[in-house]
């Protein structure tokens, strides 16, 4: 993708990860509290680790957005409903929404490599490494891992 | 007496009539639609859409292909292109017949455009077709039409006919926005 992007439009896509990250957490709170049956408290403990995780992300992002001279401004519109869900269920959602965050960064990843932003590159890159094993332990607790897969 | 907690039930919510008619526009305008596009479209995270798109997949509303470009079954496109015609008809009328402001109009009729019946939106064209019809003979008209989307002896909704007419009001409404910003 294009090299040539500007510092407003980096931090237009960072407040964007910033929300993603904002409402990830949520959402793993949220399921938390939702899930039921007999891996309950297993789910639960994993779900709980992940919203601490995620909302160490948003304050990374939060940080790199100041950095840049910018102002951490998501836009959050999150409709959560309080339906129960099963350990895998729960799982399941959670794939989704990191696998969102995933292609997020990658995205941003391609709109900042060889633009000579070593910081945000770097930043992108140490991201979607962390993105990705998210999305692979997920997939490995729900029997979908994909061996030299994405 | 009506049962407003019905509505809770209606087939298509706010959020999921937003995502439907989403991908139909991506798809007119750029021959194709992302998780990512919807998300820029409608203003809010990949990862409210991909949960959303969740639910609208396991209805058999939106499919996804391998290269996670996303398309409308068939019951999909049926159900935005009605809800888009539902749309741009309370919008012209809201706009045309009742001077509310484009905005205003647009607002509201985006509020009401995935709730409204079929009977109501097709009576709404007929109005908006027939608008020198004298009011008993437009209520006759109207009766008459919705026994027969009743008897299912009309097409589903949003019929050629209405489709038709959408695009007019679309048209003629885009045309007096540009007239608008040349002055």
């Known amino acids: 993708m294009s090299n040539n992007y500007s510092r407003a439009e980096a931090i237009q896509r960072l407040n964007e990860l910033l929300a993603e990250e904002m409402e990830a957490s949520m959402r793993y709170l949220h399921l938390s509290t939702l899930v039921q049956g007999i891996d309950r408290l297993v789910i639960q403990k994993v779900l709980k680790e992940n919203h601490e995780e995620t909302i160490e992300h948003a304050e990374q992002v939060s940080e790199k957005i100041i950095q840049i001279g910018g102002a951490p401004s998501p836009k959050i519109n999150l409709e959560l409903t309080g339906e129960k869900c099963t350990g895998i269920e729960a799982l399941q959602s959670a794939l989704l929404f990191e696998q969102a965050a995933l292609d997020g960064y990658r995205e941003f990843l391609e709109c900042v490599e060889g633009s000579g932003d070593v910081i945000l590159e770097e930043f992108a890159r140490q991201q979607v490494a962390i993105e990705s094993e998210h999305v692979s332990e997920l997939q490995m607790l729900l029997g979908e891992s994909h061996l030299g897969g994405e | ?183």
């Open chain 2, 1 to 183: 007496m009506i049962d407003w907690r019905e509505f809770d039930h209606n087939p298509v919510s706010h959020s999921a009539a937003h995502h439907l008619t989403s991908i139909q526009q991506l798809l007119e305008e750029q021959g194709y639609a992302r998780v990512s596009d919807v998300a820029r479209k409608l203003g809010i995270t990949r990862g409210s859409v991909s949960v959303t798109l969740k639910g609208l997949r396991q209805r058999g509303l939106v499919v996804e292909d391998d290269h996670k470009h996303l398309g409308l079954s068939e019951e999909g496109l049926r159900i935005a292109r009605g809800i888009h015609t539902k749309r741009i008809l309370f919008q012209s009328f809201l706009s045309e017949h009742l001077g509310l402001p484009s905005n205003l109009a647009e607002q509201d009729a985006c509020k009401v455009e995935h709730l409204v019946s079929d009977v109501t939106a097709e009576a709404l064209a007929l109005f908006l077709e027939s608008r020198s019809v004298e009011s008993k003979e437009r209520e006759a008209q109207v009766h008459s039409l919705e026994g027969r989307i009743k008897d299912g002896s009309v097409d589903i909704f949003p019929s050629d006919r209405v489709q038709t007419l959408s695009s007019e009001l679309e048209k003629n409404s885009s045309s007096t926005h540009e007239d608008n910003d040349d002055e």
